[in-house]
């Protein structure tokens, strides 16, 4: 007789503490019941997984999904849907939507909005504002809250709190991790005469290394005086990971395979608008700058900061062209890719995609694969070559800046919550297992 909820994976390359072994996976009733070689159990679906790798599931942690308010951009299930088919099994979702995240009624909204719709796991941030900053406690008792989200410099939405005092009372009185858009406001407004019309290159000149670093010192210093713990999000900047080399006690930071893998003023000339992004691709010092942060277990997590906009809309001549650009459906291949062409360790990928979103943030029960814990996995072919290309991206968006990029990994197959939701690529689209996520 067949065990029912229950799938088994045999002959699989497993990521378990730090190295890679073949073994089997018997997952039942939406958990890994057991890891070993040669399980036998017959069992409703059983899949020969000869030839792929499969790791804990990989999470990421900085999604736009632009629901409610801009749905020809994207929505909870066409973000998901592009999730799932790179091998992503969790997102944080920001919060800086039409209207925007920041009441309780508005949250609960969002939570509505995405049961039985999402394809992948979910969590959704609180937006942090002047009026809100001294009532934050609530935040707690909502239901897959990840944390509060706090833009201090401009960017899409109207989520915005430039008064430092405001800033302060945020991270003072927030019960949850407080992630942050790190760029000073009174500078960028400061700096507009920067800003040349058609000229995209001038992007990261007006949000110059100053914007980013000045705004991050001060943050980090808000975080130590009330011993509270902030994240900052897409680091940019070289500046900003020395300062935080020997500095790091009541911070966490976040980096974007974008800032790891382009850079100006190439970027900007291949791709014009396409490239632009806040804050904004810089350098190639910069990025050799953050990818020593990344080696150097500075840099915490990497998440997509998955920010889609129409082609049509990207392509406005600068500066009317949006900052933002998808990367929910690449960032597990480009940063698996990285690893093996060994800029990076299996381990420390891991670490970035799985274990450290989970410790952070406190995401029960996943980010490893290992015995009790709920069966989310990531499943590529290993030095398979692959194309990423437009035709592939399920966001709304329909493009990726890294069209035409070739990696030694293939997607192939993504679990959630026990259930299969890609297999050799196809995605079951009749249902939807995402879950929203627990947090400690």
């Given at each position: 007789?067949?065990?029912?909820?229950?799938?088994?994976?045999?002959?699989?390359?497993?990521?378990?503490?730090?190295?890679?072994?073949?073994?089997?996976?018997?997952?039942?009733?939406?958990?890994?019941?057991?890891?070993?070689?040669?399980?036998?159990?017959?069992?409703?679906?059983?899949?020969?997984?000869?030839?792929?790798?499969?790791?804990?599931?990989?999470?990421?942690?900085?999604?736009?999904?632009?629901?409610?308010?801009?749905?020809?951009?994207?929505?909870?299930?066409?973000?998901?849907?592009?999730?799932?088919?790179?091998?992503?099994?969790?997102?944080?979702?920001?919060?800086?939507?039409?209207?925007?995240?920041?009441?309780?009624?508005?949250?609960?909204?969002?939570?509505?909005?995405?049961?039985?719709?999402?394809?992948?796991?979910?969590?959704?941030?609180?937006?942090?504002?002047?009026?809100?900053?001294?009532?934050?406690?609530?935040?707690?008792?909502?239901?897959?809250?990840?944390?509060?989200?706090?833009?201090?410099?401009?960017?899409?939405?109207?989520?915005?709190?430039?008064?430092?005092?405001?800033?302060?009372?945020?991270?003072?009185?927030?019960?949850?991790?407080?992630?942050?858009?790190?760029?000073?406001?009174?500078?960028?407004?400061?700096?507009?005469?920067?800003?040349?019309?058609?000229?995209?290159?001038?992007?990261?000149?007006?949000?110059?290394i100053d914007c980013a670093l000045n705004s991050s010192?001060?943050?980090?210093?808000?975080?130590?005086?009330?011993?509270?713990?902030?994240?900052?999000?897409?680091?940019?900047?070289?500046?900003?990971?020395?300062?935080?080399?020997?500095?790091?006690?009541?911070?966490?930071?976040?980096?974007?395979?974008?800032?790891?893998?382009?850079?100006?003023?190439?970027?900007?000339?291949?791709?014009?608008?396409?490239?632009?992004?806040?804050?904004?691709?810089?350098?190639?010092?910069?990025?050799?700058?953050?990818?020593?942060?990344?080696?150097?277990?500075?840099?915490?997590?990497?998440?997509?900061?998955?920010?889609?906009?129409?082609?049509?809309?990207?392509?406005?001549?600068?500066?009317?062209?949006?900052?933002?650009?998808?990367?929910?459906?690449?960032?597990?291949?480009?940063?698996?890719?990285?690893?093996l062409q060994k800029k990076i360790s299996f381990q420390?990928?891991?670490?970035?995609?799985?274990?450290?979103?989970?410790?952070?943030?406190?995401?029960?029960?996943?980010?490893?694969?290992?015995?009790?814990?709920?069966?989310?996995?990531?499943?590529?072919?290993?030095?398979?070559?692959?194309?990423?290309?437009?035709?592939?991206?399920?966001?709304?968006?329909?493009?990726?800046?890294?069209?035409?990029?070739?990696?030694?990994?293939?997607?192939?197959?993504?679990?959630?919550?026990?259930?299969?939701?890609?297999?050799?690529?196809?995605?079951?689209?009749?249902?939807?297992?995402?879950?929203?996520?627990?947090?400690?």
């Amino acid at each position: 007789m067949n065990a029912k909820n229950s799938v088994l994976l045999k002959n699989a390359e497993c990521f378990i503490k730090n190295n890679f072994n073949k073994l089997d996976i018997y997952i039942k009733n939406n958990l890994i019941h057991k890891i070993d070689t040669n399980i036998n159990i017959k069992t409703e679906n059983t899949y020969d997984c000869t030839g792929l790798t499969i790791f804990p599931g990989f999470i990421d942690t900085q999604v736009h999904f632009r629901e409610p308010g801009n749905p020809e951009k994207e929505t909870l299930e066409s973000g998901s849907k592009s999730a799932v088919l790179g091998g992503i099994t969790s997102v944080f979702e920001m919060p800086n939507t039409s209207p925007p995240t920041d009441t309780k009624e508005n949250f609960e909204d969002k939570l509505n909005r995405a049961k039985d719709r999402m394809f992948c796991n979910y969590a959704f941030y609180f937006g942090a504002t002047e009026k809100n900053s001294e009532n934050l406690e609530f935040v707690n008792n909502l239901e897959a809250c990840c944390g509060i989200k706090m833009f201090v410099g401009s960017s899409t939405g109207n989520l915005l709190i430039k008064n430092d005092k405001y800033i302060e009372q945020v991270i003072k009185n927030s019960p949850k991790v407080v992630a942050i858009h790190s760029e000073d406001e009174n500078m960028l407004v400061d700096r507009k005469n920067f800003i040349k019309k058609g000229d995209v290159c001038s992007h990261y000149e007006w949000r110059n290394i100053d914007c980013a670093l000045n705004s991050s010192k001060k943050l980090i210093s808000y975080a130590k005086k009330h011993k509270k713990k902030i994240h900052i999000l897409h680091i940019s900047t070289k500046e900003e990971i020395e300062y935080a080399r020997n500095n790091k006690e009541y911070f966490t930071l976040e980096a974007t395979p974008q800032h790891l893998t382009l850079h100006a003023p190439e970027c900007y000339e291949r791709l014009n608008t396409l490239a632009q992004m806040n804050p904004p691709i810089r350098t190639k010092d910069h990025l050799e700058g953050i990818w020593k942060g990344v080696q150097d277990n500075i840099i915490d997590i990497i998440g997509s900061d998955h920010a889609p906009h129409t082609l049509e809309q990207k392509k406005n001549e600068y500066p009317k062209s949006p900052s933002g650009m998808p990367g929910v459906q690449t960032i597990g291949l480009i940063m698996s890719d990285y690893a093996l062409q060994k800029k990076i360790s299996f381990q420390r990928l891991v670490d970035l995609l799985c274990k450290n979103p989970c410790k952070i943030f406190g995401i029960k029960n996943r980010g490893e694969i290992m015995e009790g814990n709920i069966a989310d996995l990531t499943i590529y072919k290993m030095n398979e070559p692959y194309v990423i290309k437009n035709n592939w991206i399920a966001s709304k968006s329909g493009w990726t800046a890294f069209d035409g990029m070739k990696v030694n990994i293939s997607p192939f197959g993504t679990i959630i919550n026990g259930n299969v939701a890609v297999w050799d690529n196809m995605l079951n689209d009749k249902i939807r297992f995402g879950k929203p996520l627990a947090f400690n």
